[in-house]
Nanobody, 124 residues
Framework: QLAESGGGSVQAGGSLRLSCAASGVTYSRYCVAWFRQAAGGEREGVVIMPTDGRADYFDSSKGRFTASFDNANKILNLEMNSLKPADTAMYYC????????????????????WGQGTLVIVSS
């Protein structure tokens, strides 16, 4: 199971930190990701990364967002800086045990487990 936290409201230019706690995990390594979905929009990738590797960012988050995985506590973090109104969305973390090919070419449908989402609102 995955449980996100850390969403909220912030003004443009501000920062937020999202976290995603994984429970019941038995695999030593797997592929995790953050996706987001704005109201009326499609789900889009933010970052995808292997739990023991480097994050692969999508264009919308490059240079502003930083993902990290705390393996000891099984927590996926997302530091979001220089936030824009266009970043307003429900943010979801996701995971799959299919470790190989863990990069930003992997579509959302290939992720087996999803969190309930946390809402981020950025006002201008």
């Amino acid at each position: 199971q995955l449980a996100e936290s850390g969403g909220g409201s912030v003004q443009a230019g501000g920062s937020l930190r999202l976290s995603c706690a994984a429970s019941g995990v038995t695999y030593s390594r797997y592929c995790v990701a953050w996706f987001r979905q704005a109201a009326g929009g499609e789900r889009e990738g933010v970052v995808i990364m292997p739990t023991d590797g480097r994050a692969d960012y999508f264009d919308s988050s490059k240079g502003r967002f930083t993902a990290s995985f705390d393996n000891a506590n099984k927590i996926l973090n997302l530091e979001m800086n220089s936030l824009k109104p266009a970043d307003t969305a429900m943010y979801y973390c996701a995971a799959t045990t299919d470790y190989y090919g863990c990069n930003n070419q992997r579509p959302p449908r290939e992720f087996q487990v999803w969190g309930q989402g946390t809402l981020v609102i950025v006002s201008s």
